[in-house]
């Protein structure tokens, strides 16, 4: 409650300073006909069909969303065009700084902003690596994901990506990769050099990496 409250706090004093273009405003949150909004709140007309009612709080949670995106550019720009860090953000918007600092940090990791989709989207992408993010991303804005999906989908990659990297940890795994990276290295010249016996034990290991890829193929 108290950072949605903040958020509109900032978006009018934004507005109160002509930081924002009016059409940009305006665009943000369209307020249907008979509803009247102050600092204090909304009043809401009765008879307001539900279809408006559920179209201006979807709007409200868009535009909130957006809000978030407008703090942490004006955050950058005031470190860039004034050399001011949170001191004063913490001052005008009544955040902290753990809050705002997340932000900039979240947002840090985040390789690029997609239309139709919340920061809050975003948020939830930004441990994956850059490239993962990007088809995440387009996968959630053509099928229209909701933030829980796309916080599904994270789980799902980085539980794969953790499940790999502790596979190769396994003892036998990690011989054979040894051995292929040997084989990988090893030039025609070098083996034309080895006496029949050499040859034939790197026969030998071959043939029984072929073995093992079959048993495991066969699997």
Partial sequence: MQKSQNLERLG????AEGGVAG???????????GVVISEMGANFPKGMP?????EFGRQHREASE?????????????????GERYAAAIEETGYSYSYLSNLISVDNRISLRKEKLTYSHHAAIA?????????V?????KGRWSVSQVKAEVSKIKTSTD??????????????????AYLGRVRSSEIEQMSPSER????EKIATLISMADALIED
């Avoid at 009018?12 to 507005?15: D, E, G, H, N, S």
């Avoid at 539900?50 to 559920?54: G, L, R």
């Fill in 137 to 141: 991303l387009d996968r959630a804005a």
């Fill in 163 to 180: 499940r790999g990297q502790s596979l190769e940890t396994n003892d036998e795994i990690r011989k054979i990769n040894r051995s292929i």
């Fill in 50 to 54: 539900i279809e408006s009612w559920i």
């Fill in 12 to 15: 009018k004093k934004f507005k």
């Fill in 23 to 33: 059409s940009v405003d305006n665009s943000l949150l369209r307020v249907p006909s």
């Fill in 127 to 135: 441990p994956l690596p850059a490239d993962v993010q990007l088809k």
């Fill in 66 to 82: 957006t809000m978030i995106w407008v703090l942490i550019d004006w955050i950058r720009h005031g470190m860039g065009e004034y």
């Fill in 200 to 203: 034939e034990i790197i026969r």
